[in-house]
């Protein structure tokens, strides 16, 4: 099997258990913190700079920096292909420690909200009776409708 067919393989497997989870009621939040190629390089310098994080960043670390490009083409195609109507990714700028954990914050506060008014209003109790799979909750579709679904991007006025 090449390298391609166990990353599909994999996402495949990813999916589905994504949607037995989702559909099981759980709530799934997934988050993709975003460097630039400029980020990465800058923090992997400052980094080896100081002597109490030094030790952090290895050859390999830089290795893998020289095929950045690589990595993220890899990379959005596996957003795009699990990213789905039951669990979808939310993108954030990881450059900024602050700005990251207040938009993670924001985005698990509001999702958290949003299950508990839908809870409130029996969302969890009620099931589709005609043809469906046992145990879908009204308003959820098969994650196999949604692959490829955009991830969603956070911003933020902050």
Known sequence: MTGTARLE???????RLEQMLTLDGALLVKFWFHLSKEAQRKRLRQLEEDPATAW???QTDW???SQYDRYRKVSEHVLRTTSTGNAP???VAGAHERYRSVAVATVLLNAMRKRLAADDKGFKTRLISHGSAPGRRVGQTSCAQHVGAAPRVHQSGL
């Open 63 to 65: 290795e893998r920096f």
């Open 89 to 91: 990714w939310t993108v």
């Open 56 to 58: 952090r960043v290895t």
């Open 9 to 15: 393989t994999a996402l495949d497997e990813i999916n």
